[in-house]
Each structure stands twice: as structure tokens, then as C-alpha cells.
């Protein structure tokens, strides 16, 4: 008897040698396809890595080069030459551009170049509003005072992340056309948010005093 289970079970063996050498030729092609594909990928995904660590650092040189510049107006004509490889990065390259632009009397050129990032839907909300405040800031004197009141208004929605800052501005525009108590009433409400930075609540505080009232304290002074 253990002879013959000795002879069935090399049978078996053979059996099963037979059938895995049949299934690995017929689909062993499918296992090698498999790790071709594998490290093909890994392979193009470290290139495509190396080639976006490449576009930036190239973007990031250019606008070293630029800003070397003793010139504002020069900075501003380079840095408009730049192509950005990513709706990030032509963002910042944006508003970049802008600074040069404003600092060397071209605003209406600035504003573009801000408006064109506040319109950009590709891009994080914080970077299109921070666009839009600075566009406004550079329009004071020259857009209509309801579309700046519209416009900083929409800014200084709750939660959006500048609506402190817009809410400075529009005390700003209440104070520049005689609307001083409504101004003041603003100003307070500034000092008393708990999300007021120190240096604001200052700002604020002067303003209440140069109007004639007396600010309140904010609530990490009272005690």
C-alpha cells in the first residue's frame, strides 16, 4: 500500500508540473505584461516628477533674473516675458509682475495682471481674492466709490479669508465721503473680532481717534 501511495502521489506531482507548465505558457505573457507595466510606470512617473521639479526650478531662476533688475519698469518687462509652466505658478508670476508694474507707475497694467488671477477659476480662492484686494487697493482714486463699496463688500463676506482687511477698506471709503459715524461703528467692530490681528486693531483704534471717539478696548486688553 505505501508503494502505491508512493506512485500516486508522484503522479499527482507530475500532474500538477504539467498543468502549471501549460498555464505559465499559455499565460505567462500576461505576468510579464504585468511588470512591464509596472515599472514603466514607476519609471514615467519619476520622469513626469523630474520634469515638473525641472519647469520649476527654471520658472523659480527666471524670476530671480528678473527681479535682479535695479529697475522697476525693467523688473515689470521681464517678468512679463516669463511663460509659467502651471496655473500656480503663472499666478504668483502674475502678481509679481504687478508689484513691478505698480511700483513703476504702470497701474492701469498692474490691474490687469491682477484682475486676469482674481478671474482665474483654476485657482485656490485665497490667491483670486488676494488678486482682487490688491486690484481694488490700486483703483481707489479712480473706480466708482459703489464699485469699490461692491466689491470690497464681496470680500468681506464671513469667512472669506480677507474680510478683515476689507472691512478696513470700507471704513476707508465711509471716512473719505463724510460717513464718519458709520466708519466708527465699523472700526469698533474691527477691534472687538476675535480674528483681528494686534497690528489692525491698532490701525483701527487711531482712526476712531483721529474721527474724535474713543475706541473700545479689545477683548484680550480688558481685565
Do not use: C
Amino acid at each position: 500500500m505505501s508503494d502505491t501511495d508512493s506512485f500516486i502521489d508522484e503522479v499527482t506531482e507530475e500532474v500538477r508540473r504539467d498543468r502549471m507548465f501549460l498555464l505559465l505558457k499559455r499565460w505567462g505573457w500576461v505576468g510579464a505584461l504585468a511588470v512591464v507595466a509596472i515599472v514603466g510606470g514607476a519609471a514615467y512617473n519619476e520622469y513626469s516628477k523630474a520634469q515638473v521639479r525641472s519647469k520649476a526650478e527654471q520658472l523659480g531662476d527666471s524670476i530671480i533674473a528678473a527681479l535682479n533688475e535695479n529697475e522697476t519698469a525693467a523688473q515689470a518687462d521681464k517678468l512679463s516675458q516669463v511663460d509659467a509652466p502651471s496655473s500656480g505658478g503663472d499666478a504668483i508670476l502674475k502678481m509679481l509682475t504687478a508689484s513691478a508694474q505698480a511700483g513703476s507707475d504702470q497701474t492701469d497694467a498692474a490691474v490687469q495682471s491682477l484682475d486676469a488671477v482674481a478671474a482665474n477659476a483654476e485657482l485656490p480662492q485665497i490667491y483670486r481674492d488676494i488678486a482682487s484686494f490688491k486690484s481694488l487697493t490700486l483703483q481707489t482714486e479712480t473706480l466708482a466709490v459703489e464699485d469699490l463699496r461692491q466689491r470690497f463688500e464681496a470680500l468681506a463676506q464671513p469667512g472669506a479669508p480677507l474680510r478683515l482687511l476689507a472691512e478696513e477698506q470700507l471704513a476707508l471709503i465711509e471716512i473719505a465721503h463724510g460717513e464718519a459715524e458709520a466708519a466708527v461703528t465699523r472700526l469698533q467692530a474691527l477691534i472687538q473680532d476675535a480674528e483681528a490681528s494686534t497690528d489692525l486693531q491698532q490701525r483701527a483704534a487711531q482712526l476712531i481717534v483721529a474721527l474724535g471717539g474713543t475706541p473700545e478696548q479689545a477683548p484680550g486688553q480688558r481685565g
